[in-house]
């Protein structure tokens, strides 16, 4: 496989000096593995802090700036950062508010940042903790006990930053992720396999002219596997996955997300067949996002994710955010 890389064993460190390099709004700290803001910690603001395996950008460093994260702790290829990271991350940011950590649902990242918390608080930082948990493809995977944590993340960060931004305290803006992480579901479909640096070549087996529905971002099994569907069909199968989890009664945010590896075209076609789902559903929606922004690699396939939405989540939601990988209204 091809990869433009230098060694295998350095991609995240030459991944995290680039990103120094590119955004000067940032402070990366290439040795210890924290993406902060560089204004941070805010004063009067709650830190929002999270974390993951690298390999899913922009989530979570790309997401790290005005209106959304204060930190971001990457860890090796599909491998959960390490307490020390997470603790580096919320003495850095706590500005004497307290400090919410955003975990999402695989093994690795839920015990790591428990051990984080209770690090931090005996250092004096109050910390507050929100799992999320919204791939309704499968109950248990190898990387998780419960259901996986995937597109939802963007929402719960970009949501309770844009509270945060307003000086709100630690318990309403825990209480508004715990919301978000409650309100929103998502499924994936996959059409190549991801190929990892270390692995140098693909990391499952998906024959020619076969997709995997429910796959999650590091690879594991989804629901089934089928012959190669239309952009119509698989949309028909997710929505519907997802409705029969949340339910149709109330408008909805709207991610159309690439894993990596599918062009913008394809990912543009994919949101017309699942606006048409949600349309025949008698599902409205209140706001669209389509793109790369919970990726793994380089696996071809999408996403989708619904999220509940009332008037105050679509406010939080049109708040100005400024972050390498998501940025709007500044």
């Keep these: 496989m091809k990869m433009l890389i230098n060694v295998p064993e350095k991609v995240v460190e030459d991944g995290l000096r680039g990103m120094a390099a590119a955004h000067p709004e940032l402070t990366v700290d290439v040795e210890n593995r924290v993406v902060l803001r560089r204004d941070t910690p805010v004063a009067g603001k709650v830190g929002l802090v999270s974390g993951g395996g690298s390999g899913h950008e922009p989530l979570h460093g790309g997401f790290v700036g005005t209106g959304m994260l204060d930190a971001a702790c990457p860890g090796e290829v599909f491998t959960s950062p390490v307490p020390d990271q997470m603790l580096r991350a919320a003495a850095a940011v706590d500005s004497g508010q307290g400090v919410l950590f955003v975990v999402k649902n695989y ?137 029969e989890d949340l339910g149709t009664a109330d408008p909805v945010l709207l991610l159309v997300n690439g894993m990596g590896g599918t062009p913008l075209l394809e990912l543009y076609g994919y949101c017309a067949e699942v606006r048409r789902v949600l349309d025949e559903r008698g599902v409205p929606v209140a706001r669209t996002l389509v793109g790369n922004y919970v990726t793994s690699l380089d696996m071809a396939g999408a996403s989708v994710t619904l999220c509940r939405a009332d008037e105050e989540i679509l406010r939080l939601w049109d708040a100005p955010v400024r972050t390498p990988g998501l940025r709007w209204g500044l």
Excluded at 185 to 190: K, T
Excluded at 205 to 221: F, Q, T
């Design 107 to 243: 093994t690795g990242d839920v015990l790591n940042f428990e051990m984080a918390a209770e690090l931090a608080e005996d250092e004096g930082i109050q910390v507050a903790k929100v799992l999320v948990e919204d791939d309704v493809a499968v109950t248990d995977s190898s990387f998780t006990a419960g259901r996986r944590g995937t597109g939802a993340t963007l929402f719960v960060e970009k949501l309770t930053g844009a509270l945060a931004e307003e000086g709100a305290p630690l318990e309403q803006v825990e209480a508004l992720a715990r919301q978000v992480a409650g309100s929103a579901r998502s499924f994936g479909v996959a059409l190549s396999a991801v190929t990892t640096p270390a692995k140098g070549g693909p990391t499952f087996d998906l024959p020619a002219g076969e997709l995997e529905l429910g796959i999650g971002i590091h690879g594991e099994p989804g629901r089934e596997r089928r012959r190669m569907m239309t952009s119509r069909e698989i949309a028909d199968f997710s929505v519907d996955a997802v409705l």
